[in-house]
């Protein structure tokens, strides 16, 4: 099974700074989505990545999948205390076979 | 739609008992599985279907089993609770078997095994 590391595990800063998110494997995967998970419930898709170098914005979040398809990052720029959750990584293996991180769970103080 | 819906919400064990989480979804997606989460580790998928009548297993099969007789339901069960097992339990459900395909997501199962 291949691995995926996500860092930082815990971020807690003030809202309006910037933060960035990465997500590391020393193998190639497919595809890479993030999803975003709040307490008490299930995770939800943010963004899906399949080309290497691809760049997708979402609002004031940018999603990167790295030239080789082995790292990604999430950007988020001008934190808002609605940002707050638990963001994870995963990536496609053969058939609809995802990998998480552990994930990096983000606290906005405002 | 209600979309992926999950029973119980808590559920507390003793070692031995066994039970089963029940996963419905009615959206008529092919691909479901069962994943747990713990502290620190992620999600790490137990089982998946890819169609009615299909199970395969995933990275942390053992102690449970899964049936998938219908579209709609892939309940997943513990045949007899350990400890090890104390863990939050999500199901998912997928369109189709490719790796673009958007999981959803239950609000998941809070299990404790004492």
């Known amino acids: 099974t291949q691995l995926l590391e996500q860092s930082p595990q815990f971020l807690s800063i003030q809202e309006g700074e910037n933060l960035t998110v990465y997500c590391n494997s020393s193998?190639?995967?497919?595809?890479l989505q993030w999803y975003r998970q709040e307490p008490g419930e299930g995770p939800v898709l943010l963004v899906t990545v399949v080309t290497g170098g691809e760049v997708k914005k979402l609002k004031r979040l940018t999603f990167q999948f790295g030239d080789a398809r082995k790292d990604s990052s999430l950007h988020i720029t001008a934190a808002q205390p609605g940002d707050t959750g638990l963001y994870l990584c995963a990536g496609a293996e053969y058939g609809n076979k995802l990998v998480f991180g552990a994930g990096t769970i983000l606290r906005v103080k405002s | 739609n209600a979309g992926v819906t999950q029973t119980p919400k808590f559920q507390v064990l003793k070692t031995g008992q066994s039970m089963t989480l029940q996963c419905a979804q009615d959206m008529n997606h092919e691909y479901m599985s069962w994943y747990r989460q713990d502290p620190g580790m992620g999600l790490r998928l137990i089982h998946y279907s890819v169609g009615a009548g299909i199970t395969d297993q995933g990275e942390v099969p053992n102690g449970y089993n899964v049936s998938r007789s219908t579209t709609e339901d892939f309940p997943l069960r513990l045949l007899s609770a350990a400890p090890s097992q104390t863990s939050v339990y999500f199901c998912?459900?997928?369109?189709?078997?490719?790796?673009?395909?958007?999981?959803?997501f239950g609000p998941g199962t809070r299990l404790t095994v004492l």
């Open positions: 193998s190639v995967f497919s595809s």
């Open positions: 998912a459900s997928s369109p189709g078997t490719g790796g673009t395909n958007e999981q959803f």
